[in-house]
């Protein structure tokens, strides 16, 4: 007899578990209540066994398992031995939806880089304030280095390209875009205008309807809250700017600003012949307070009189909108380049240019600046958005080439780097044009988008709209 | 028994020094041929590059897209670019043979940011047209020390606003901190090869008709009216308002590459062509504080941080760089800390020449470096 055998024969080890789920629609029927099971069991094998308890064994739902908060990536014994638990305890597992691998669906080809997208959806912040985007009817906008807007079906229909912006001559790259409602885009670049555009699908275009000035260098990204109508611009001139999407609230533009305030730039502007003019407007107000170049902005997602910003000169800051008044700023050790909120857990993940994502509970109460660093990407994290389904998910986007998904409660081994725990991706998502590299040439991604409806949908150096789906899920 | 090492003070390690730039976070390519020189802007969001094409280019620092570009020779190689100091206003000055080039890249300025740029540099031809006319004058029957002109349509059209030319090719400039004076080096100039030029006058001085030696390098004191001048052997300072020799460093080099002064004023760093970096602390002896000996190849250019951070770097025909830390206390018991923390390798050797230029970020202990083999990159 070989020992091997022996030791399958040795007196099984066993525990017992309490099973539960925080999502309804994956309840049990029936509360099995306290279950002895084997010790050996691994994820995999805790998998089959509550698709079988919900008799789903005929198309089983892959499920991850946490054991107080921690992800089950071993047996049961070797977790209970490393976290020095009694199997003599009922262990609490929660399970919950395993992430899927996100499958590449499609991929939108474009004629230079491509720097931002957003999603219209159902679901998605524009397709909620317009309260008019129907199943099946899911939109891309994508936004590149071109200058130009488009507007992508989900076969890869191009339905609508933006028309030029006449600005004097100077250059029209885009860095941000996003929808405010299903016939409004807000989008801005490196002429430092924030521009307002109708879309309309039966005509198929898209055309600037207002341009709003504030900045003196280029716009790095952009929120908008549709329901008041506000547009918040993060500039490289340092500053925050407030508009309001519709023309008439906001004062006179900044004469100084417009491309006919110079004598040069004027007869630049002349010269091109401006087929129309789009009126022009000033802010609302302006966040100043930032000592480099903002990276980020968003807005608070269950308070728009609540602002977000994240800078190059490595902090977050929380701004009150009615007073135009910063109210709590964060110092990390980093350039900071992405923000994303995770609202039920009360935190902000923030990408840095030293390749990690730093989480930060804003609150004042907060005493720890960060909470978790998200380590596993090899070169600036650009670009996050949040699980449209999980309040513990996250998608970033990075120079390296890749977008990486990850869940808070993923947690590496061991660190030892201080900066509380240390989170690992859960999945990689490559190009479809190439591989990643830590340099990042030819693949950079520049933005990623996360909605139900669609998946991930991520946009770079490629010239390429990307779109990934857990398909299953 | 006390051991006689243990009474030195421990050199912390690099760990402890963080952060300092480890890897190439960003490839810039579109250049034709070598890459001769790069120079962050002030704000820190764009690079400049210049190099054997004969073009300058304009880069976004943190995606290496290529923003902007104007062909300013069919011949000569621009060998050195310098943004001016100040945020207000967005002014690059490139050198391609005998003459420098002022520059508004007006396609990615906001309309009042240009037409700082352009105040700055028309200020000059006002100040010019006061002027009594030389031509009238007999008795100035010189030559001036440059020609201040117009480019012409095709390079004022992109930008290209003001040219100034000297007697020989140019090789280096470096602005003052205040953005009115810079400094320019013409190493076969001879008694015209160190001029330095006033931006609001369209006016160019040469200040040492005497120079005892090849003129290689030249730079204002961060701080005070003091200009040094680096030949292929010493180092000189001068003050400029008493119009007197300060100093003479001898660093006991055989052909001094590049220079760069401290920005807290008393300390230089020199790197050579016979592969040495030498470090002197002005308060010391004419010799230098520190020989550090790390490359296989020619040193081609040093450069401190500028923005506070404890650091620089070499850029070296083996195709590496070489990042320090060196810490200055303003304690004049206690001498600079100096520990070597990394070798940046990635730049290709084509024909003997590695890396050619290299700057810093403003603020963060980011640098770009400009190689021979055509590329530029961004280290962090
Ligand atoms: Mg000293």
Known sequence: RTPRTMESTAPESKVQVRLSTRHADIELPEDPGPLLVSTALNRYNLSKLVNNLLHTDTHPIPFEFLVNGQFLRTTIDDFLTKHGISAETTLNVEYTRALIPPLHVSSFEHDDWVSAVDILSQSSPGGIWAKGVQSGQERILSASYDGLLRVWNMSGDAIATSTAPNNGGRITSLKAAKWISDQKIVAAGLDNVVRVYKYDEDERTITPSLDLYSHRWGVN????????????SASSDNTIALFSSTAKENPAAPSNLLPTSTIASNKRQRLSKPDKTVPSRGPLSTLSGHASPVSSILFKPEDATVAYSASHDHMLKTWDLPTSTCVDTRTTGHSLLSLAALPKLNLLATGTSARHITLIDPRASATQIAVMTLRGHTNAVVSLDSHPGSEYGLVSGSHDGTARIWDVRSLKASSGLGDGQVGEDVYTIQRDSGPGRSSGEGVKVFGVRWEQEVGIVSAGEDKRVQVNRQIGA | ?????????????????????TTCAVIFRGQE?????????PSGIFVASGGDDGFVRIWELLTGRQLWNVKLSDEDAVDTVKWRPGKESAVLAAAAGESVFLIVPFTILSPDIEQNSRDLLDAGWGYAASKPSNTTNIAITKEPPAKWSRPGVRLESKGVLVQATVRSTIKVINWHRKGDYFATVSPRGQSSAVAIHTLSKHLTQLPFRKLK????????????????????????????????LVKILQPGAKWISSIDVHPGGDNLIVGTYDKRLLWHDLDLSTKPYKTLRYHQEAIRAVRYHPGGLPLFADASDDGSLQIFHGKVVGDLMENATIVPLKVLKGHKVKSRLGVMDVDWHPREPWCVSAGADGTCRLWN
């Open chain 2, 33 to 41: 041929g070598r890459v001769r020189s790069v120079s962050i802007d």
């Open chain 2, 1 to 21: 028994n006390i051991d006689p090492e243990s009474l030195l003070p421990k050199l912390p390690s690099p760990d402890e020094l963080r952060p300092f730039p």
């Open chain 2, 213 to 244: 030696g090849l003129a290689q390098s030249a730079q204002f004191h961060p701080s005070k009216s003091i200009f040094f001048v680096a030949t292929r052997n010493s180092i000189r300072s001068y003050d400029l308002a008493k119009q007197e």
């Open chain 1, 221 to 232: 990204d952009i929120a908008v809250h549709g329901p008041s109508n506000r547009i918040l």
